[in-house]
C-alpha cells in the first residue's frame, strides 16, 4: 500500500497540505504534521497535498 510521508526537516508548518487533504495530515501535539493512520489513503488528496506543499516535502513511501 502507498502511504504519503512527510520529510519533518523540510516542512515549514505551514498547514497547506491540512487544508487540502485534513483526512489524512494533522497538526500533532507535539506541533509536528503527522500522517493519520489509515487502511487507504485517498490518492487524489494526497496528491494535491504533494502539488502544494512549498517545501515539496511530502512523498508516497510505496512501501
Ligand atoms: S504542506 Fe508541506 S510544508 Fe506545509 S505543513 Fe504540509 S508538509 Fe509541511
Do not use: R, T
Not at 504534521?33 to 502544494?52: F, G, N, Q
Amino acid at each position: 500500500m502507498k502511504i504519503p510521508v512527510v520529510d519533518l526537516s523540510q516542512c515549514s508548518l505551514c498547514e497547506g497540505c491540512i487544508e487540502v487533504c485534513p483526512s489524512v495530515f494533522k497538526l500533532n501535539n507535539a506541533g509536528y504534521i503527522e500522517v493519520v493512520e489509515l487502511a487507504s489513503y485517498p490518492e487524489m488528496e494526497v496528491s494535491e497535498a504533494i502539488k502544494c506543499c512549498p517545501e515539496d516535502c511530502i512523498y508516497w513511501d510505496k512501501g
